[in-house]
Nanobody, 126 residues
Framework: QVRLVESGGGSVQAGGSLRLSCAAS????????LAWFRQAPGKEREGVAA???????KVADSVKGRFTISQDKAKNTLTLQMNSLKPEDTAMYYC????????????????????WGQGTQVTVSS
């Protein structure tokens, strides 16, 4: 049974940083991809960043150069380091797990994932 629990959200001023964590239990890293998605009110869920078990990553253009995804397999933790935050980054952020993908071609599409966390809110004020 896969369980994903996010933490680290909060309120920050524009230009600030936050670090999100996702505690992942029941995930076999050899066979899974992990990702962060976000959804702002009235908008569709958007893929932010993904990583597979061999360490390949994919980051959305909207956050490239500002957000970094990483994983600690020993601690079963997925992390999203968010720097230079903007008001448009305000959203509920979700951790997701899905079948392994070597190329990460569809890694930022929510249909690629079958396990989701409850989410953690990030609010960036101007």
């Amino acid at each position: 049974q896969v369980r994903l629990v996010e933490s680290g959200g909060g309120s920050v001023q524009a230009g600030g940083s936050l670090r999100l964590s996702c505690a992942a239990s029941g995930v076999t890293y050899r066979t899974y991809c992990l990702a962060w998605f976000r959804q702002a009110p009235g908008k569709e869920r958007e893929g932010v960043a993904a990583i597979n078990s061999v360490g390949s990553t994919k980051v959305a253009d909207s956050v490239k150069g500002r957000f970094t995804i990483s994983q600690d397999k020993a601690k079963n933790t997925l992390t999203l380091q968010m720097n230079s935050l903007k008001p448009e980054d305000t959203a509920m952020y979700y951790c997701a797990a899905g079948p392994f993908s070597y190329t990460l071609t569809n890694a930022l599409r929510d249909g690629s994932y079958n396990y989701w966390g409850q989410g953690t809110q990030v609010t960036v004020s101007s």
